[in-house]
């Protein structure tokens, strides 16, 4: 596999920059779905193409190093981030619970 490869992958399942392995399993059933014989899609060349793709980033995402860091965390995490950012904010009724308060 190479980059080209899944650039098309990503573009025939219409994934942006991120997406999650189950959104990739339910886009590419929609699109065996759709384009299915029993279906009236009788195109057998866009299954395969579809089935390709799916392997593609199947394969990519077999192998993928995940990043389990902090800021990836935040990243994957937005309500977390804002939590950790303003839950000690005394404006949104937060306390620091390194603080004695009367």
């Known amino acids: 596999m190479n980059y080209h490869q899944l650039k098309n992958a ?9 997406a999650s392995l189950k959104e990739i399993k339910l886009r590419h ?3 065996v779905k759709k384009h299915h014989p029993d279906a009236g899609g009788d195109d057998s060349e866009a299954i395969r ?9 199947m394969d990519y995402c ?8 902090h800021e990836e965390f935040m990243v994957q995490n937005p309500e977390e981030r804002l939590r950790e950012q303003f839950s ?4 949104w009724g937060g306390r620091d619970p390194d603080k004695k308060h009367l």
Request: aromatic share 18%.
């Open 10 to 18: 990503l573009e025939l399942f219409a994934i942006q920059d991120r």
């Open 29 to 31: 059933k929609a699109l």
């Open 49 to 57: 193409n579809i089935n390709e793709a799916y392997q593609c980033l």
């Open 62 to 69: 077999s192998t993928y190093r995940f990043s389990f860091s």
């Open 88 to 91: 000690y904010d005394p404006v």
